[in-house]
């Protein structure tokens, strides 16, 4: 499988302030990917770099084999949507299309009057008068228009009601089913992206915790009770993530990749959402929780 996004010791810096460290990934074509992450982690920065709209200071970042924004075809190849859902306030919804047209020479007319219809927008209407809700769903719109092979999209659904929400992502599949695009979006919402997404990055304090395919992840990881134990007794293979302890019971969060059997362990999957709050727990400094460690035995 082809990689549509590809980083290699990524780094990027404002002054003393690291931003992303050592990010190394690589993200197949085809997937709606999740970015996570606790506030201030890296997120935006990750998917601005992607977009060429600023540059590393260390490492290097492909998007669909080529340097971000290098030119005209490379920024063709990618739409993107910013936090804040920009729009020109004192243009209509017609002439964020008319403007769409002019910019992108693969833009899709059709496509893009098409669902401003379906959304029951008036064209007519200044986009300084939308909701937030129909701003988002606009800018979707003007991004997705322009048919590119790789959408990227920061925090889109952070200000819309959960019916909006819903709806949003609606019409998110569907153009992913429609076209086959590849789709890279971060939200604080788990539960949104649980129903979305089938590729997982999870990003910590400026570093890639996680990464990987949902349905590999979740195969792989594991609630793990057992009678009060050491992380070192536990199978060699067995990579601790996480481990809380009471007095007589132990609980890992572990990841394996073979089958675990012990008829004295009570051993349970893993949702999304616990997932990503295990990792983010564990890379939290002062969580309380033990670090994560590779069973050496
Ligand atoms: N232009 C900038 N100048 C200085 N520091 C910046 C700049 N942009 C981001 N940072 C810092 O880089 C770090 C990562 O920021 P980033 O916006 O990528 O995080 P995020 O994961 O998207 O956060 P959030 O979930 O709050 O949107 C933060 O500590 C932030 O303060």
Known sequence: MTAILEARALGKRYGRKVALSDCTLSVPSGRV????GPNGAGKSTL??????LIGPTSGSIEVLGGRPASGPGQLAKVGFVAQDTPTYAGLSIADHLRLGARLNPGWDAQLAEERIRQLGLDPAQKAGKLSGGQRAQVALTLAVAKRPE??????????????????????LMEVVAEHGTTVVLSSHLVSDLERVCDHL????????????DVDDLLATHFRLTTARREAATLPQGMRVVLETHTERQSTFIVRSD????????????????????TYMSQATAGSGHRPTRENQR
């Open 258 to 277: 073979k089958a675990v059997q012990d008829p004295s362990w009570v051993l349970e999957p893993l949702n999304l959402e616990d997932l990503v709050l």
């Open 201 to 212: 990055i999870s990003l910590v304090a400026s570093r890639v915790q996680l990464s990987g």
């Open 150 to 171: 790789l959408l990227i999209l920061d925090e889109p659904v952070a200000a819309l009601d959960p019916l909006a929400r819903r709806e949003f992502l609606q019409s």
């Open 47 to 52: 998917l601005q770099l992607a977009c060429g």
């Open 33 to 36: 990917v999740g970015l996570v």
